[in-house]
């Protein structure tokens, strides 16, 4: 079952009522309410109550797109998970898919996505949005003033926020990513890299389920030369020793490399 307080705005994809605060150059921060419209919470159920685990990103009225490794999450919820907002919707999860190539015991070999189908679109609304899908092999500049947003914990075995966070990652491209005293062989030409800002942003290496840290799966977020945001990346693993060790930036799945499997699947 989806909780589900986001809806797809009418007007296309990548441009929210609520625009996010990119004025400043920012470490993390509480993000503007609504302002990542198509930011969830994929959530599992523990007892009687859910608790946020990976980030998803909602590319079609009926498509979830996340991490492989994230495909025990149950519920979506927006901006704030001290409250319930009055604008959530239940909804099943029809249908999962995970790719083909991703392999759980061989994170650094990539292809960690998964799309979750729900069983049906959610109510139309202002305040959640679909994000764009960028164009298939289209790879972000180096330095490409990109946003990570998510609930993920704030600092090493730190506490997860109530409210939606954002931070600022700069794209650091392949060929200064991929040295031997960056992340080397263990970086593909299919990852994107973006370094943490002060903010944490940790996330599970594993399997989010069961370490719960909260970013796997959610979007590295780019605005186009057009105006729209891309979701360009998907969150798939950082250092597993502390957040924000040097010369090991956050590694995203590039969207870009896998849009052919997407438009095969949804």
């Not at 979750?116 to 609304?125: E, G, R």
């Amino acid at each position: 079952m989806f909780i589900l307080c986001c809806v797809v705005l009418v007007f296309g994809c990548g441009t929210p009522t609520f625009k996010p605060n990119t004025n400043r150059v920012v470490n993390g921060e509480d993000a503007r309410p609504h302002s990542w419209p198509w930011q969830i919470s994929l959530q599992v159920k523990h007892g009687s109550r859910f608790h946020h685990t990976c980030g998803g990103t909602l590319i079609g009225p009926r498509w979830v797109l996340t991490a492989g490794h994230c495909i025990w999450c149950l519920k979506l919820k927006h901006h704030d998970m001290s409250q319930q907002e009055g604008t959530e919707q239940i909804r099943d999860v029809l249908r999962i898919v995970v790719h083909p190539n991703w392999d759980i015991d061989h994170v650094g070999d990539g292809n960690d996505l998964a799309l979750l189908k729900l069983d049906k679109s959610p109510i139309m609304n202002d305040n959640v949005g679909l994000a764009c899908l960028p164009e298939a092999g289209e790879i972000p500049a180096h330095g490409a003033p990109c946003y990570i947003s998510g609930w993920g914990n704030l600092y090493t075995h730190g506490p997860m926020p109530d409210k939606l966070q954002q931070a600022l990652l700069p794209v650091v491209e392949y060929s200064v990513c991929s040295r031997s005293d960056w992340w080397g062989i263990n970086v593909k030409r299919t990852m994107i890299c973006a370094p943490k800002q002060s903010i944490c942003f940790c996330y599970s290496q594993i399997t989010c389920h069961e370490q719960g840290q909260g970013d796997s799966g959610g979007p590295l977020n780019c605005m186009g030369q057009d105006g729209k945001w891309y979701v360009q990346g998907v969150t798939s693993f950082v250092s597993s020793r502390t957040c924000n060790e040097v010369k090991k930036p956050t590694v995203f799945t590039r969207t870009s490399a896998f849009i052919k499997w997407i438009d095969d699947v949804s």
